[in-house]
């Protein structure tokens, strides 16, 4: 009889486990109308308990394309765009939101007028988190940086808002297309591998150790040059200077779209003073996609990113042809339609 009780209390706790391990979002009922989901700060946080019917307002740009994806544009009261003419082209519902600020500065009459059941913000944004508490609105906290963030964002928005079934069969994708990369990749030849770095919107930026886009240089098979190179902030842009990005001297130089450049990509080459990087030699130096739908922007489009770069650096190994298959399969999941490059602005 011990040994049953034993052996039946083993079995309970591997069910136990199993159904931790597969709870996207640790929820835990507090009555009956709120739960308690924890945010990307930690925080634990209460929202109404009827999450299909959960409206949204948010300060934060990073969280519009994680709205639009779960397909609950209609209940998005207020954002933010990175570039709103990308969503007016995908025909999103999105676009009729309001405002209730920016990143920068939240408008608590405007939010207070909405009275969105959850309010988004940055992760740092205490200040926005304190106004939001004081009206009686949930703050829930989002950070994306990284591709393992992005997944967890999509499924705690996905417990937030009752849209799970949605949230797990874009994670299903990402985590797909994360393994094919990495097998690609795995195919490179370590003799083969190149140098690359990421630049931003200055000439003296690069992408530190600890951002996305050196991330996604990492994942794709190329060798990163910015060990110990971090910016004044986590996970923000390293002002180097241009004499350390001419020492750096990568094979393949990447330019970020999801900032407004304070240079022209022609000035590359125009200007003598780079002629004897090994990128400007070779003509290896790139802008990261979309113009109007960032590839390399915090969110899910950073695995276009990465194929987009592993082409640019070993072809062999992306293809042209693939290339354009893992886009138009993206934004025809993601969007329900897929878009030309001269819609969004992209050519390879």
Not at 134 to 162: D, H, N, Q, R
Not at 192 to 214: H, I, P, Y
Not at 292 to 313: K, R
Request: hydrophobic share 40%; charged share 25%.
């Amino acid at each position: 009889m011990k040994r049953f009780v034993s052996l039946l209390l083993t079995f309970v706790m591997c069910l136990s486990l199993a159904a931790c391990a597969k709870a996207p979002t640790e929820v835990t009922k507090i009555d009956d109308n709120t739960i308690t989901v924890t945010d990307m700060m930690g925080r634990e946080v209460k929202v109404p308990k009827d999450t299909k019917s959960n409206t949204v307002g948010s300060t934060y740009g990073v969280a519009t394309p994680f709205l639009a994806t779960l397909n609950i544009s209609d209940r998005v009261l207020a954002c933010n765009f990175k570039n709103k003419s990308f969503y007016r082209l995908a025909g999103d519902s999105i676009i009729s939101a309001g405002s209730i600020g920016t990143t920068i500065v939240l408008d608590s009459e405007a939010l207070a007028a909405l009275a969105p059941d959850v309010y988004i913000c940055k992760i740092s944004d205490q200040e926005k988190i304190d106004i939001a508490t004081k009206l009686g609105i949930p703050a829930i906290t989002l950070s994306a940086e990284i591709p393992e963030e992005v997944l967890k964002t999509y499924e705690m928005l996905g417990t937030i808002f009752g849209c799970e079934d949605r949230a797990k069969e874009i994670v299903d994708y990402l985590n797909n297309e994360l393994a094919e990369i990495d097998k690609l990749a795995a195919t490179i030849p370590e003799e083969s591998k190149k140098t690359a770095l990421c630049m931003g919107s200055e000439f003296s930026r690069v992408a530190g150790e600890d951002m996305l886009q050196t991330i996604m240089l990492q994942r794709i098979g190329a060798i990163t040059l910015v060990d110990g190179i971090v910016g004044e902030e986590e996970r923000y842009w390293a002002d180097c200077g241009v004499e350390k990005v001419f020492e750096l001297n990568p094979d393949y130089l990447f330019v970020t779209s999801s900032a407004v450049l304070d240079f022209k990509m022609d000035d590359f080459y125009n200007d003598s003073s780079w002629s004897a990087m090994t990128a400007v030699k070779n003509k290896n130096i790139y802008q990261i996609p979309a113009k109007i739908d960032s590839w390399d922007m915090p969110g899910p489009g950073f695995v276009l990113g990465m194929y987009y770069m592993m082409h640019c650096i070993y072809p062999d190994v992306v293809s042209t042809d693939l290339l354009q298959e893992k886009v138009d399969n993206y934004y025809t999941f993601l969007y329900g339609k897929t878009f030309t490059g001269e819609e969004i602005g992209y050519e390879f």
